[in-house]
Nanobody, 128 residues
Framework: QVRLVESGGGLVQAGGSLRLSCAAS????????MGWFRQAPGKEREFVAA????????YYADSGKGRFTISRDNGKNTVYLQMNSLKPEDTAVYYC?????????????????????WGKGTLVTVSS
C-alpha cells in the first residue's frame, strides 16, 4: 500500500511559478513510476508528466513541455512538479499517481484508470 499526499498548490498570477510536491509512504517508492495528472472543472483527468521508476527518464504532455519539470528524490520519497510560465488554462486540481515499475513514457500512454495509487489532489488556480 502506498499513500500519496500532494502539496504546493495555490493561487498564482499568469506567468508565475509553483512547485508541487507529492510525498509517498512506504519503503518501495523507488520501485514506482510516478506521474502528475490534472483535472479542470467539467473536464476529464489528463496526463501532465511522468518520471520512470528507474533512472531519470521523464515524459511530458505537450501542454507542459518547456514549462513543467518533473523530478523525484527517492531518499525523501517525494516527487516534484516545477511549473513555470503558468497560464490560466493550467488551472486544475493536480493529482499525483504511482504505477509499479513503469517507465515515464508508458505512464504517459496509459489511461488514468491504469494507475495503482492516487493522491487526493492539490488545487492550482492561475489568474489572468
Amino acid at each position: 500500500q502506498v499513500r500519496l499526499v500532494e502539496s504546493g498548490g495555490g493561487l498564482v498570477q499568469a506567468g508565475g511559478s509553483l512547485r508541487l510536491s507529492c510525498a509517498a509512504s512506504g519503503r518501495t517508492f523507488s520501485s514506482y513510476g510516478m506521474g502528475w495528472f490534472r483535472q479542470a472543472p467539467g473536464k476529464e483527468r489528463e496526463f501532465v508528466a511522468a518520471i520512470s521508476w528507474v533512472g531519470t527518464y521523464t515524459y511530458y504532455a505537450d501542454s507542459g513541455k518547456g514549462r513543467f519539470t518533473i523530478s523525484r528524490d527517492n531518499g525523501k520519497n517525494t516527487v516534484y512538479l516545477q511549473m513555470n510560465s503558468l497560464k490560466p488554462e493550467d488551472t486544475a486540481v493536480y493529482y499525483c499517481a504511482a504505477k509499479w515499475r513503469t517507465t515515464a513514457q508508458a505512464m504517459g500512454g496509459m489511461s488514468y484508470s491504469g494507475m495503482d495509487y492516487w493522491g487526493k489532489g492539490t488545487l492550482v488556480t492561475v489568474s489572468s
